[in-house]
């Protein structure tokens, strides 16, 4: 006779396979995989536009992968007719957060994008592949181009009020006089968005800067070499 699986052992092998395949970034098998291939897997969104800054930088530095990748870019669908078999729910509100990055219009044929798109490009329009990654702290990672001579911080600032940082840089050989910033700050309706602002003086250990409320800034640093 075929043994058909109750719905308990079916959800207990799924309740298993979750503790092992994702079981965080200490468990063995991410060690494992992460020592041996150099790859890793982190799969987390956030409606908070923010908050998905702090998790991009927390995920890399701690799990050393080779790419960040978002899955579910897209994430809400407007359509008169639905999408794929889907009733179509409208436009959501995105100054109340959202889980993808963009919505998608098929009626306009356009693609809508939020304030967490651009929190999201404030890493991936300047860190590059072939970029070595560079550990700082809990809110900032860097990125180095050694043919370029390129530095790329990226810093988020989750809290409501300013925050004055140090980047120490005294450990490179040489740094540029000044550092591009590039930053997005606030909501969609009125914040900023990919705003170039004016460049940063920087003395010879490295570079001092106000970090504004609930931001994300990209600095970036000609010049950059190693002893």
Same mark, same amino acid.
């Given at each position: 006779?075929?043994?058909? %699986?109750?719905? @308990?052992?079916?959800?207990?092998? %799924?309740?298993?396979?979750?503790?092992?395949?994702?079981?965080?970034? #200490? !468990?063995?098998?991410?060690?494992? $995989?992460?020592?041996?291939?150099? %790859? /890793?897997?982190?799969? @987390?969104?956030?409606?908070?536009?923010?908050?998905?800054?702090?998790?991009?930088?927390?995920?890399?530095?701690?799990?050393?992968?080779?790419?960040?990748?978002?899955?579910?870019? &897209?994430?809400? =669908?407007?359509?008169?007719?639905?999408?794929? *078999?889907?009733?179509?729910?409208?436009?959501?509100?995105?100054?109340?957060?959202?889980? *993808?990055?963009? $919505? $998608?219009? =098929?009626?306009? +044929?356009?693609?809508?994008?939020?304030?967490?798109? @651009?929190?999201?490009?404030?890493?991936?329009?300047?860190?590059?592949?072939?970029?070595?990654?560079? =550990?700082?702290?809990?809110?900032?990672? &860097? !990125?180095?181009?050694?043919?370029?001579?390129?530095?790329?911080?990226?810093?988020?600032? /989750?809290?409501?009020?300013? $925050?004055?940082?140090?980047?120490?840089?005294?450990?490179?050989?040489?740094?540029?006089?000044? !550092?591009? +910033?590039?930053?997005?700050?606030?909501?969609? &309706?009125?914040?900023?968005?990919?705003?170039?602002?004016?460049?940063?003086?920087? #003395?010879?250990?490295?570079?001092?800067?106000?970090?504004?409320?609930?931001?994300?800034?990209?600095?970036?640093?000609?010049?950059?070499?190693?002893?």
């Amino acid at each position: 006779p075929v043994y058909r %699986l109750t719905k @308990y052992e079916r959800d207990y092998a %799924l309740v298993l396979g979750n503790l092992i395949l994702g079981g965080g970034a #200490d !468990a063995k098998l991410f060690k494992d $995989v992460r020592e041996a291939n150099s %790859l /890793c897997y982190s799969i @987390y969104s956030s409606f908070d536009n923010m908050f998905i800054s702090k998790y991009i930088i927390d995920d890399t530095m701690r799990l050393s992968p080779s790419a960040w990748v978002m899955w579910q870019v &897209a994430d809400n =669908h407007i359509s008169a007719e639905g999408y794929n *078999g889907k009733q179509d729910f409208g436009m959501v509100d995105l100054n109340k957060g959202y889980w *993808g990055a963009t $919505v $998608v219009d =098929h009626d306009k +044929q356009e693609i809508i994008v939020t304030q967490k798109y @651009y929190c999201i490009g404030q890493f991936t329009r300047y860190i590059r592949p072939g970029d070595t990654l560079l =550990h700082i702290d809990e809110n900032s990672m &860097a !990125a180095y181009n050694s043919e370029k001579q390129q530095l790329v911080i990226v810093a988020v600032n /989750c809290e409501g009020t300013d $925050v004055e940082h140090f980047f120490d840089l005294s450990q490179f050989k040489t740094i540029g006089k000044t !550092a591009q +910033q590039i930053r997005t700050s606030g909501s969609l &309706a009125d914040g900023e968005h990919w705003a170039q602002l004016d460049d940063i003086k920087m #003395d010879k250990t490295g570079l001092f800067t106000s970090l504004k409320a609930n931001s994300v800034t990209t600095f970036i640093i000609e010049g950059v070499t190693l002893e």
